[in-house]
């Protein structure tokens, strides 16, 4: 997030990339066992979508102030 992002913007644009991946972890085949390279992606894109929700979070809770 820009430090010039309207939160209430950038909780729009979060929403509706999450609704996306929502909607394409639909379309995805069975779980079916990965190779550990692919585990270890999952653990990477994990990790960046917790720090990228930790970061809204953050802002919005800076912008709506105590």
């Known amino acids: ?6 939160p209430a913007e ?3 644009r979060l929403e509706a ?13 069975p779980y079916v066992p990965q190779p550990e390279s692919a585990v270890a ?4 894109i ?5 720090a990228l929700i930790a970061q809204l979070r953050a802002a919005l ?5 105590p």
């Open 10 to 12: 950038a909780a729009t």
């Open 1 to 6: 997030m820009a430090e010039n992002d309207d």
């Open 46 to 50: 994990t990790a960046r979508l917790d």
């Open 41 to 44: 992606d999952t653990a990477r």
């Open 17 to 29: 990339a999450l609704e996306r991946i929502a909607q394409n972890a639909h379309k995805s085949t």
């Open 61 to 65: 809770g800076a912008a709506t102030g």
